[in-house]
């Protein structure tokens, strides 16, 4: 590729978003208190990385991923925490191609809301591991992992590593249909050291952050243990999210090999947000739905004397509080081996155990519950029941017990590098639907953990067990040029039971939830990618590789076949549904030169084409006639709707101007579109042709960075193309372009003695404090949809030093 050519390719495609920058930029030039410490690179992944000192970064870069054949980004720990100091690890991906994140708080720490696309496939379509412990899917009814944020303290990540075509066949996923989420813990430092940071800021934040590293004692040895105490209080109410957590972590650097321990213990509550409600015949659709916590008296009033709503507010009406409460404790062990010079055999054994509940309190008036109340409480006076307030406090609460191995084995015999691994796990999970009252003189808070239920709605119990195989061949064929090719297979074995089921007219149409087992094998899912070094700064690569995402095993909500309101709707799943598949195939090339070109020093860049068929889309829908004479009634039905197809291309890279001005672009363009229209009820829904909802087509974000003397500037900027919010494309939500600034630097009168690294960074996001809607709940039909508001704009000062 002509060196002139790249650079000046990168820079058209840079420009409208440089210029849009510098107009920002130049507007907010004179505000008080603006400067802010953000930076988000992507570097291609090869290896778990090593831990950095608390020091200044070296301006940010693309580097090539040499030893990959697919598509693989990384963003490293410096620039992470240069976004946001705490930022969850999937949130600091949105600066990397193809990747659309949103949430409602800063940090990305919010999992009811959170919103993830990556070439058309949505989060619960993607696999997530930590230091290769599976995470599950990240749905938020928690049932087979925990969210990288709660497995893992920020500060303590040392890379997250992004595969955003298909993930590694070893990866430890159920649902990597789309790609793949690695999140690597860093390493305990050489040298015994004790690191504190401090963050505060907007709405009352306070981030407290200290970790001990023992350095290096015994033969071999190291370790670190650190804790985090995180408060803000929500933008939009008076509430406050927030928690504690704890991470250790050990290395055994023997002459045989190597053991790792880790642990994680977290504890988190954190108040919701409620969703804009928007369709043509909602009169009323506020920016905002802010709960009335903790003005009681204003919840009261609220309510006419019978707990109706205003008429005027519609579906928007404003609960009294909402909620998540989580609390994880994960922990593994791994032992590498090195059976010989050329022979690796790694096995990691690990534990998770999560206790939480969802929570809402809202009025008792709505959405069908006086039907539902009435069927356990007939001919009584619901208000009085519910503890004469008017509202009702409706909890999920879920529990989780996993346990599994791993085993993997590693030869490089020749021109070949072997590889053969085993993943088993087996998690018991269940989901209590109960509704508490709530006590107009002694109403509860988002805070407390609610008891003494007045109903348990359903209960669920499913008993879980995963295997997955894989074997590869890595060919060398030549010294610049490797093919490499496998196989997995994915074998589910579950059985779900309800101990507690819903009483006659609790679920319409329902006399009993299903129970049973449904058992999944997919004996070959094949993988097949090469890589040939074209020069010494140009590589290109190529992967095709098939993945299959399980059946979710949930009971009593979401796209579960556990969640079908009869037996004989979920027999019929299990008779005649398919698990949903893709086959990626990706192209690409990657770059890395140095340029003598005027200021312009270097250039480094990835160019992904890609294409991807998935098959057996599963959508819940009403049942048509033939259906409704198996099953009986007019019940919702789980079934496959057809395929999509999707086209993309992503493209990042960095311009480097010397050591002290680097500019970095990540533009892609995605095209994911339905084939086929389906059947719901009497209904034909004419979806085919149309795009998948929630994906933009267009996204580009830059980050330019410069650093004068100590301090290092960083510029941030995140454009999101048009979204569609429904299946048939008959409504969609506007594109949305917001920035961050920073600033980060020495603090000079600090540093010596006992005390090192002594830094201040400061952070504004939403920097022109943009008001759109950030986050698109997709309608599950024609007409309506949900939405969540852009945050305004906040600051955070964060001071950090070692001694």
């Known amino acids: 590729m002509n060196k002139k050519f790249s650079a000046v390719c990168f820079a058209a495609l840079s420009f409208p978003m440089l210029a849009m920058a510098a107009n920002v930029a130049a507007a907010v030039a004179d505000m008080a208190n603006t400067p802010a410490a953000a930076t988000a690179t992507a570097a291609a992944a090869d290896t778990a990385p090593e831990v950095e000192a608390a020091a200044a970064a070296p301006i940010a870069t693309v580097e ?34 193809g990747v659309s994140f949103q949430t409602a708080d800063p940090w990305g720490n919010n999992e009811q ?50 595969s955003s075509g298909a993930g590694d066949l070893a990866t430890a996923s159920t649902s990597n249909l789309g790609g793949t989420i690695e999140t690597f813990s860093s390493n305990p430092l050489p040298n015994r050291n004790v690191a504190v940071q401090q963050t505060v800021g907007s709405y009352k934040t306070s981030r407290s952050y200290v970790r001990y590293d023992t350095g290096n004692f015994g033969n071999g040895n190291s370790a670190y243990i650190s804790a985090v105490h ?40 954190e108040p919701n947000e409620d969703a804009t409600v928007r369709s043509a015949t909602e009169k009323y659709q506020p920016y905002t739905r802010p709960f009335t916590y903790p003005n009681f008296q204003q919840a009261l009033s609220y309510l006419s004397s019978t707990g109706a709503t205003p008429t005027a507010d519609g579906n928007n009406y404003r609960n009294y509080y909402s909620d998540a409460q989580r609390t994880d404790y994960l922990t593994y062990a791994k032992y590498d081996w090195n059976l010989s010079d050329n022979t690796t055999w790694s096995n990691q054994v690990y534990y998770h155990t999560d206790d939480g509940v969802g929570v809402v309190a809202g009025p008792i008036g709505v959405a069908g ?12 006076d619901l208000k009085q029941v519910f503890g004469n307030s008017g509202y009702a406090v409706r909890t999920t609460e879920y529990a989780i017990h996993r346990s599994g191995w791993q085993s993997t084995l590693r030869s490089e015999i020749g021109n070949h590098t ?30 407390d953990r609610p008891s003494n239920p007045l109903i348990t709605q359903y209960g669920s119990e499913i008993d879980n067990k995963v295997a997955q195989l894989h074997v590869q061949d890595e060919w060398h064929l030549r010294p610049d040029m490797t093919l490499q090719a496998g196989f997995k297979s994915s074998l589910q074995f579950a059985d779900g039971q309800f101990p507690v089921q819903p009483k006659n007219g609790a679920i319409a149409n329902s006399t009993a939830l ?12 094949p993988q097949i990618g090469g890589r040939w070094d074209i020069t010494a700064q140009d590589q290109a690569f190529f992967n095709v590789q098939k993945n299959m995402r399980q059946f979710v095993t949930y009971g009593g909500g979401g796209v579960s076949p556990w969640s079908l309101s009869n037996q004989a709707a979920f027999d019929l799943f299990k008779k005649t ?11 690409g090339l990657r770059s890395s030169h140095q340029l003598d070109a005027g200021a312009l020093t270097a250039f480094d860049s990835q160019l992904n084409f890609y294409h991807v068929d998935f098959k057996d889309r599963l959508l819940q829908i009403s049942p048509t006639s033939v259906i409704t004479s198996i099953i009986g009634g007019n019940l919702a039905v789980l079934t496959n709707v057809g395929s999509v197809k999707t086209n993309g291309v992503d493209f990042s890279g960095t311009l480097h101007f010397g050591r002290n001005f680097s500019l970095y672009n990540a533009l892609s363009y995605n095209d994911s579109k339905y084939d086929d229209n389906y059947a719901s009820g009497t209904t034909t829904v004419q979806t085919a042709g149309k795009k998948v909802p929630g994906s933009p087509e267009w996204m580009d974000k830059f980050v330019a960075s410069a650093t004068v003397a100590d301090t290092e500037f960083q510029l941030i900027g995140d454009y999101v193309g048009k979204r569609y919010a429904t299946y048939t494309n008959d409504l969609w939500v506007k594109s949305y372009f917001l920035m961050s600034l920073g600033v980060s630097g020495k603090l000079p009168f600090l540093n010596g003695g006992w005390v ?22 997709v309608g599950a039909a024609s007409g309506t949809y949900n939405t969540y508001p852009i945050p305004p704009r906040q600051g955070f000062l964060t001071l950090m030093a070692d001694f």
């Open 64 to 97: 090539v991923a040499t030893r990959k054949t697919r598509s693989s980004v990384e963003l490293g720990k410096s620039e992470m925490q240069k976004i946001l100091p705490g930022i969850n690890p999937l949130k600091a991906l949105q600066t990397l191609p």
């Open 113 to 162: 809301n959170l919103s993830l696309f990556i070439h058309g496939f949505s989060g619960q379509q993607l696999g997530y591991t930590m230091d290769g412990v599976p995470l599950g899917d990240q749905q938020y009814g928690n049932y087979n992992g925990l969210s990288p944020q709660r497995a893992i303290t920020s500060e303590n990540v040392g890379s997250v590593i992004l």
């Open 230 to 269: 995180h408060e803000q209080k929500a933008w939009d109410f008076n509430g406050r999210q927030g928690g504690d957590q704890v991470n250790a972590k050990w290395i055994n650097n023997g002459d045989n090999g190597k053991l790792t321990v880790y642990f994680a213990y977290s504890d988190k509550i």
């Open 369 to 380: 519950l006086p039907a539902l109340f009435s069927v356990y409480f007939p001919g009584q």
């Open 418 to 447: 072997l590889q053969a691994g085993l993943w088993l796990e087996h998690n018991r999970s269940s989901a209590y639907r109960r509704w508490y009252a709530l006590d107009v003189n002694n109403p509860t808070s988002p805070y």
């Open 514 to 525: 299903p129970v049973g087992t449904i058992d999944t094998k997919k004996w070959f899912l």
């Open 577 to 587: 549904a398919k698990p949903e598949t893709s086959i990626t195939y990706e192209a």
């Open 756 to 777: 090192k690294n002594a830094r201040y960074r400061v952070n504004v996001t939403n920097l022109a404090n943009r008001e759109g809607d950030l986050q698109v709940v």
